[in-house]
Structures are given as C-alpha cells and as structure tokens.
C-alpha cells in the first residue's frame, strides 16, 4: 500500500506557474505507474497527465498538453506537475494518482483504473 500527499497549490493569477509535488511513502514509488487528475466544481473528475513507472511514456489531455510536465524522481518517492501559462479553466482540485502495475510503460489515465488517491490540493487561477 503507498499513502500519497500533495502540496503546491495555491492561487495564481492566468499566464502564471505553479509547480505541485505528490510525495509517496510506504512503498516505493517505482512500482505504480502515477499520475495527475483534477476535480471542477460540479464536474467529474478528469485526466490530466500521466507517467509510466520507468519514466519512459508519459501522456496529457489535450487541455494541458504543451503547458504542463509531469515528471518523477523515484528515489525520493516524489511525483511533479509544473504548470505553466496557466488558465482559469484549470481551476480545480489537483489529485495524485497511483496504479499498481508490472510494466514498465504503461501508464494511467482512467479514473476507474487508480489504485491509490491523495487528498487533493486547489488550484486557483484568477482571470
């Protein structure tokens, strides 16, 4: 079992950056392919970027591609998500996510298919 914590949100003002941290413990972070999802208001819970445990394949939504990376540093069981030119369309709440998985590249982008959730982390960007 691998317990998940998210930090970095906060407010921001549109065109700016914000960059969130997930750190993992209890296990190690190199068996869960990881990824990012976000929560609007009255909205379901959306893909935003994923990352195979190995590092080798990671995907976006269209939404965020070319603004966001999603990144790993599996020797401090951490997970990142730098934003950048962001939106107030990316207004939401930022959630980790984690899935048990043998392969290398495979990666998440159900929400259905989650293993493990942090807790979340709001994200504000004002227009």
């Known amino acids: 079992q691998v317990q998940l914590v998210e930090s970095g949100g906060g407010l921001v003002q549109a065109g700016g950056s914000l960059r969130l941290s997930c750190a993992a413990s209890g296990r190690t972070v190199s068996r869960y392919a990881m990824g990012w999802f976000r929560q609007a208001p009255g909205k379901e819970r959306e893909f935003v970027a994923t990352?195979?445990?190995?590092?080798?394949?990671?995907d976006y939504s269209d939404s965020v591609k070319d603004r966001f990376t999603i990144s790993r540093d599996n020797v401090k069981n951490t997970l990142y998500l730098q934003m950048n030119s962001l939106k107030p369309e990316d207004t939401a709440v930022y959630y980790c996510?984690?899935?048990?998985?043998?392969?290398?590249?495979?990666?998440?982008?159900?929400?259905?298919?989650?293993?493990?959730w942090g807790q979340g982390t709001q994200v504000t960007v004002s227009s």
């Open positions: 996510a984690a899935k048990n998985t043998d392969g290398l590249y495979i990666v998440v982008r159900t929400p259905g298919r989650v293993d493990y």
């Open positions: 990352i195979s445990r190995s590092g080798g394949s990671v």
